[in-house]
């Protein structure tokens, strides 16, 4: 392999060499990006499956050498479809060896900035399940070293994991320049306020040359230690001579490489306290020929270290763990970082990488719904399972369908994936592959639906009528809820019954965009997790009906906004128990929101605005799929607005269609705002106080940027609260910079964000991720699409410019309030848009359900507002839970030979409240798990575990290390468990197996 080509990174020669003996540890890894620029089967076809199958007979060769293994995607793609049982064999004894160590463990690196934290947890475990079932390992070190920023809630995730260390690298270029400078790239991070010291973990920032090997070479003009060259696509060369080989390790050579790799580690070592170096050898795509990257590095490790006296340096081998052993074992004392995050990330003053946090909308919102719809129904599938145990025909069938989404949800989480980073086929394929697994997880659902069918013991004959339909409606929250659901219907003929015979309320109005149907909306009442069961007909509304309502459309004239001068004096109230919306009638814009509970009453407003970018590199910065870089502030795109306002009984809708000109025909943009009336009777806990926006953007001009801003008089000083992941909030504090502080200003919001004064607060939640900023004082803004194209070579070369043409309906709700009443109701509310109930409509034939609504649980399953049921699930993994018998288990080869294990049910529940957030809320809660789950089965047995399943709680001790701060005397430890009752402190996530009597 002699092919040579250039390729260059950034590197400082230091031709000095200290007294101290400085130890390196070479970490060989391979950055293999789950998608990105090429889809899962060119990588896997290309480069992928030949890393771990060369990686494999290298290390067997030779007992020293050592390897990282990072995303378990590919690594089970090529376990399941590519390795020999010789090859799998190798793989245990080489695991067991510690010398081909899994790093993280998770099917991928996920993103930190727009994942939601079920969804991180989901991939986590996942990976862990596979390794732990397989190899008996379970991870204790992350490599997060490629998302695009750092998260506050990944180290406690990480720590309630079993981790040790915390690795990341992409932080903002002037913060990392200043902590090398300062050795204060390795701290304990104390992510969460609220579990503080109980949950730190010691985390390591990789220095400015990051995961990749620098590869200048002072002595040749070819690229150094990447001796295998760079991948090639579609096909790997027949001749095995690739790009960009380096010049190999040679008599001639030697000394020249371990001159620059020395001078390196040096570099290196004076940016950290220690004398043990932390070296990456690898990058993008690397080790696809392992052979001649471990041929070369041998004889120069061998060479530095003859002649360590020297150099003043010994190189070796090393996986993280050997690392961080050594590391720890050196007793430093470390500086503790609270839990601010790194967000967002910047890699030079132009280059802000906010850009991101909106990026492919499309997908963002179809993932959300994945996550939501798996969510449901791993908790059905658990309760038919414990529920009827003679239905094994579905079991095994049911947990393929199952995992089919959650292989597909945990993909997506990458951070080239979600991110919306990645080229346009790779977009495709996340989204092709959540819709399979969405439709998978539907026809289960819809299949247990039918199947319980069979065991109803009252049943009544299903209508023969043709225009009757059946509806199935699941909640999948452990908490009661009344909320509104909306289905398609051909005419405003409707009638709705529940399983008693009862007329259900329901509004029905026409579509905006259709004149051929309408839209019912249904107000149901639902227990925690269980269903109900509804009769659809086709009817005369108007005989003997008092449920069912007309929405009638009342049109306004379109207005010209630069016209009105004085503004605000004719206005038009919408309202609810809880707001008072005035509309101005001279410009067809919100004016003003009465927030009827405090009698307060504050001004509103809302415009679309667009940001034009630029998308020449000859004229400036460009924005792209990661980048945000604005030619300055956002100017408005309409100059005239239409108002529809649609009044019925149960909801008001206000429609604003947006126009270039008052001559256009169609509009640019469409805001639907919608306010909820709840009858007597029912509990509007979780309607009232929303204000439901949902927006139509696009198809977007070229290197357009849309947001739409809603201005207030609430004095905030530009400072806006973000969540970190749905788990935590940060207070983002407006920053004035030299370059780019529009951008620099934006930060993402996962599920929610809001902005306050002394007296109120205006909480926004999100049905997906977005980029929010507040660029003025009682302002807050959310960009909700991109379109952008730029002549950048590098984004050209990979398809990443981000011409996306789409049209995307994302959806927002407004609280505005005190914050003593949005406090206790802003995390239901989230959770609440999050996981809204599935609706299953269809026709049935033979018996119908007769419907008993709570028939999942006669009570339901409930729990207090501050607690959220995370999971209820059946992972299907076949591990003791015994540690030492699951080792010997799989020496015996039991576990490859067994059956998904139908019985272990993983439970995980969260606090929401941060210590000290709300005097009720925030409080302890104890629970009885026993009677929490009674109508779910009789629980047997109760074991705490880590929070992906691998670790029982009571053996899992994490390293503690020395910081500069007294250690407070009071330990948050969980308390024990007894007699199946818990208490949950806040922002605790306790993870349970659960076992059922399933006799």
């Given at each position: 392999m002699k092919t040579l080509n250039f390729l260059c990174f950034s590197f400082l020669f230091v031709s000095s060499y200290g007294d101290d003996l400085i130890r390196a540890y070479v970490v060989p890894h391979s950055h293999m990006d789950v998608g990105w620029v090429y889809t899962v089967q060119e990588s896997m076809h290309a480069y992928a499956a030949n890393v771990y199958?060369?990686?494999?007979?290298?290390?067997?060769?030779?007992?020293?050498?050592?390897?990282?293994?990072?995303?378990?995607?590919?690594?089970?793609?090529?376990?399941?479809?590519?390795?020999?049982?010789?090859?799998?064999?190798?793989?245990?004894y080489l695991v067991k060896e510690k010398r081909l160590e899994f790093i993280i463990g998770g099917q991928v690196m996920h993103d930190e900035a727009v994942t939601e934290l079920n969804d991180q947890i989901l991939q986590l475990t996942e990976g862990h399940g596979f390794l732990y079932e397989t190899f008996g390992v379970r991870p204790q070190f992350s490599w997060h070293v490629d998302p695009f920023g750092a998260s506050a809630t990944t180290?406690?995730?990480?720590?309630?994991?079993?981790?040790?260390?915390?690795?990341?690298?992409?932080?903002?270029?002037?913060?990392?320049?200043?902590?090398?400078?300062?050795?204060?790239?390795?701290?304990?991070?104390?992510?969460?306020?609220?579990?503080?010291?109980?949950?730190?973990?010691?985390?390591?920032?990789?220095?400015?040359?990051?995961?990749?090997?620098?590869?200048?070479?002072?002595?040749?003009?070819?690229?150094?230690?990447?001796?295998?060259?760079?991948?090639?696509?579609?096909?790997?060369?027949?001749?095995?001579?690739?790009?960009?080989?380096?010049?190999?390790?040679?008599?001639?050579?030697?000394?020249?490489?371990?001159?620059?790799?020395?001078?390196?580690?040096?570099?290196?070592?004076?940016?950290?306290?220690?004398?043990?170096?932390?070296?990456?050898?690898?990058?993008?795509?690397?080790?696809?020929?392992?052979?001649?990257?471990?041929?070369?590095?041998?004889?120069?490790?061998?060479y530095i270290n003859k002649f360590s006296d020297f150099f003043g340096v010994t190189v070796q081998y090393a996986t993280l763990s050997d690392y961080f052993q050594a590391l720890y074992h050196q007793n430093l004392h470390w500086d503790v970082r609270n839990d601010q995050d790194f967000l967002p990330y910047s890699s030079d003053p132009f280059q802000a990488w906010t850009g991101f946090y909106t990026s492919r909308s499309v997908l963002k919102g179809i993932a959300r719904r994945a996550s939501s719809l798996l969510h449901a129904g791993e908790s059905l599938f658990t309760w038919f399972v414990i529920k009827y145990p003679s239905g094994a025909p579905y079991r095994a069938w049911g947990l393929q369908q199952l995992r089919q989404l959650r292989w597909a949800l945990s993909e997506v989480q990458h951070h080239d994936g979600i991110t919306g980073t990645e080229s346009p086929?790779?977009?495709?394929?996340?989204?092709?592959?959540?819709?399979?697994?969405?439709?998978?997880?539907?026809?289960?659902?819809?299949?247990?639906?039918?199947?319980?069918?069979?065991?109803?013991?009252?049943?009544?004959?299903?209508?023969?009528?043709?225009?009757?339909?059946?509806?199935?409606?699941?909640?999948?929250?452990?908490?009661?809820?009344?909320?509104?659901?909306?289905?398609?219907?051909?005419?405003?003929?409707?009638?709705?019954?529940?399983?008693?015979?009862?007329?259900?309320?329901?509004?029905?109005?026409?579509?905006?965009?259709?004149?051929?149907?309408?839209?019912?909306y249904v107000l149901v009442s639902l227990k925690g997790l269980s269903y109900a069961t509804y009769t659809i007909k086709s009817g005369n509304t108007t005989v003997h009906n008092t449920s069912t309502y007309i929405g009638n459309v009342v049109g306004f004239e379109r207005q010209m906004l630069k016209k009105v001068k004085n503004r605000g004096k004719k206005l038009l109230p919408v309202m609810n128990s809880c707001y008072t919306l005035m509309f101005d009638q001279d410009t067809n814009l919100l004016h003003s929101i009465m927030d009827r509970q405090a009698n307060r009453t504050m001004k509103v407003s809302q415009q679309?605005?667009?940001?034009?970018?630029?998308?020449?590199?000859?004229?400036?910065?460009?924005?792209?799929?990661?980048?945000?870089?604005t030619n300055?502030?956002?100017?408005?795109?309409?100059?005239?607005?239409?108002?529809?306002?649609?009044?019925?009984?149960?909801?008001?809708?206000?429609?604003?269609?947006?126009?270039?000109?008052?001559?256009?025909?169609?509009?640019?943009?469409?805001?639907?705002?919608?306010?909820?009336?709840?009858?007597?009777?029912?509990?509007?806990?979780?309607?009232?106080?929303?204000?439901?926006?949902?927006?139509?953007?696009?198809?977007?001009?070229?290197?357009?940027?849309?947001?739409?801003?809603?201005?207030?008089?609430?004095?905030?000083?530009?400072?806006?609260?973000?969540?970190?992941?749905?788990?935590?909030?940060?207070?983002?504090?407006?920053?004035?910079?030299?370059?780019?502080?529009?951008?620099?200003?934006?930060?993402?919001m996962v599920r929610m964000a809001y902005i306050e004064d002394e007296q109120s607060r205006l909480v926004l939640l999100a049905d997906r991720s977005h980029g929010v900023s507040s660029q003025d004082n009682g302002q807050v803004e959310v960009m909700l699409h991109r379109r952008l194209w730029n002549n950048q070579e590098w984004d050209l070369g990979y398809n990443l410019t981000l011409n996306d043409t789409s049209v995307v309906t994302p959806v927002l709700w407004l609280m505005l309030g005190s914050k003593s009443v949005l406090k206790a109701l802003y995390q239901k509310y989230g959770l609440a848009l999050e996981h809204r109930p599935v609706v299953m409509i269809g026709s049935l034939t033979g018996n119908k359900m007769k419907s008993q609504q709570n028939y999942i649980a006669d009570d339901g399953v409930t729990l207090p507002t501050n607690l959220h049921l995370q999971t209820l699930s059946i992972p299907?993994?076949?591990?003791?839970?015994?540690?030492?018998?699951?080792?010997?288990?799989?020496?015996?080869?039991?576990?490859?030979?067994?059956?998904?294990?139908?019985?272990?049910?993983?439970?995980?529940?969260?606090?929401l409240y941060e210590a000290g957030e709300d005097p009720v809320l925030s409080q302890a809660v104890r629970v009885n798990l026993k009677s929490l789950l009674l109508r779910f089965g009789t629980l047997t047995a109760v074991e705490e575990r880590s929070i992906t399943g691998i670790w029982d709680s009571n053996s899992l001790i994490r390293w503690t290390w020395r910081t500069n701060q007294a250690k407070h005397k009071e330990s948050r430890q969980h308390a024990e468990m007894e007699d199946f009752i818990v208490t949950i402190k806040p922002k605790e996530i306790r993870t349970f197996f659960a076992y059922f009597d399933m006799q």
């Open positions: 199958t060369t990686v494999v007979e290298e290390l067997i060769a030779e007992p020293r050498r050592r390897f990282i293994a990072v995303e378990q995607e590919f690594f089970r793609l090529w376990w399941d479809t590519v390795a020999t049982n010789k090859q799998k064999k190798q793989v245990q180290p406690t995730v990480f720590a309630l994991a079993g981790f040790n260390a915390h690795i990341i690298s992409r932080i903002d270029y002037d913060l990392k320049e200043d902590m090398q400078k300062n050795k204060m790239l390795q701290f304990v991070w104390r992510g969460s306020p609220s579990l503080s010291e109980q949950q730190e973990i010691f985390t390591y920032v990789l220095d400015q040359y990051s995961y990749c090997t620098p590869s200048y070479l002072p002595f040749s003009d070819r690229s150094g230690f990447y001796w295998n060259g760079i991948a090639v696509f579609p096909d790997p060369p027949k001749d095995g001579c690739y790009p960009n080989m380096s010049l190999p390790v040679s008599s001639e050579t030697v000394k020249h490489y371990a001159e620059t790799m020395v001078a390196n580690i040096k570099q290196r070592a004076s940016w950290f306290k220690s004398s043990h170096v932390l070296w990456p050898w690898g990058c993008d795509k690397q080790f696809f020929n392992a052979s001649v990257q471990f041929e070369n590095m041998d004889p120069l490790i061998d086929k790779v977009s495709d394929m996340y989204i092709s592959h959540l819709q399979e697994g969405i439709y998978a997880v539907k026809k289960l659902m819809a299949m247990l639906f039918l199947h319980m069918n069979d065991y109803r013991k009252n049943l009544q004959q299903v209508s023969s009528e043709s225009n009757v339909r059946h509806m199935v409606v699941y909640n999948p929250l452990a908490w009661n809820i009344t909320t509104f659901i909306n289905i398609t219907w051909p005419d405003s003929s409707i009638l709705i019954y529940d399983d008693d015979g009862n007329l259900v309320p329901v509004q029905v109005q026409k579509e905006s965009n259709s004149s051929s149907s309408y839209i019912a679309f605005l667009e940001y034009h970018v630029n998308g020449d590199v000859k004229q400036g910065p460009i924005s792209d799929n990661y980048l945000f870089t300055g502030s956002a100017g408005p795109v309409s100059e005239s607005v239409g108002m529809e306002i649609v009044a019925g009984k149960l909801i008001t809708e206000v429609r604003q269609y947006f126009y270039s000109d008052q001559k256009a025909k169609d509009y640019q943009y469409v805001l639907y705002t919608r306010i909820y009336n709840v009858p007597e009777g029912y509990d509007a806990e979780l309607l009232c106080h929303r204000i439901e926006q949902e927006y139509v953007v696009g198809p977007l001009d070229l290197n357009r940027e849309s947001v739409v801003r809603t201005s207030t008089d609430l004095a905030t000083n530009k400072t806006i609260f973000t969540d970190n992941n749905g788990y935590q909030l940060q207070k983002r504090i407006y920053k004035t910079f030299v370059n780019n502080t529009v951008a620099r200003n934006y930060y993402p299907g993994w076949n591990y003791n839970s015994n540690h030492s018998q699951h080792l010997e288990d799989i020496q015996k080869g039991k576990v490859h030979q067994a059956d998904p294990d139908f019985h272990r049910v993983l439970l995980r529940i969260t606090h």
